[in-house]
């Protein structure tokens, strides 16, 4: 789904950096208080413009954080444009593309279409870029953190080894 689709705030250009060329893929979970179980296009959008609206103001980031959404239908929004990069791990964005499942991961297990369809995600990432299973990670372990959830930590450890 473009970034037309969920009526995207258009960047602040100013507060973007070039991504230069990929080398990691990093997954992400939202990890809201409250599970999120919306499969309506309508409520993830509008799910997508409230993660913008906060990255932009608590970090003062150009844009919403993440290059690429998964919906729990398994529908993949697009996020950022790849040109730039992310705002999603401080102090490890420059080419890392990020990859957000839209739910919170400690309460909640990704739906099997989500799985699937992040899988494709990240199998199309990693031979676009030339990204090996061994730069695919998970937020926490780059940063201080419990994302993306223990529920889709271990089914991103399980494709790495697949893709490995």
Known sequence: ??????SATPPLAARLKPMGGVHRLTVHHDGNPKPNND???NAVAATLRLIQSEHRKRMEAGDIGY???VDRSGQVWQGRDERYQGAHVADANPGNLGVLCL???DLQDPTPRQLES???LLRHLMA???VPAS???IHRELANTRCPGDRLAGPVAQL???LG
């Open 1 to 6: 789904m473009a970034r037309s689709s969920w």
């Open 118 to 120: 992040l899988e494709r």
């Open 160 to 162: 790495r080894r697949r």
């Open 103 to 105: 739910g919170n991961c």
């Open 128 to 130: 676009r870029h030339r």
């Open 67 to 69: 290059h690429y959404a």
């Open 135 to 137: 730069r695919l990670h």
């Open 39 to 41: 499969r309506d296009p």
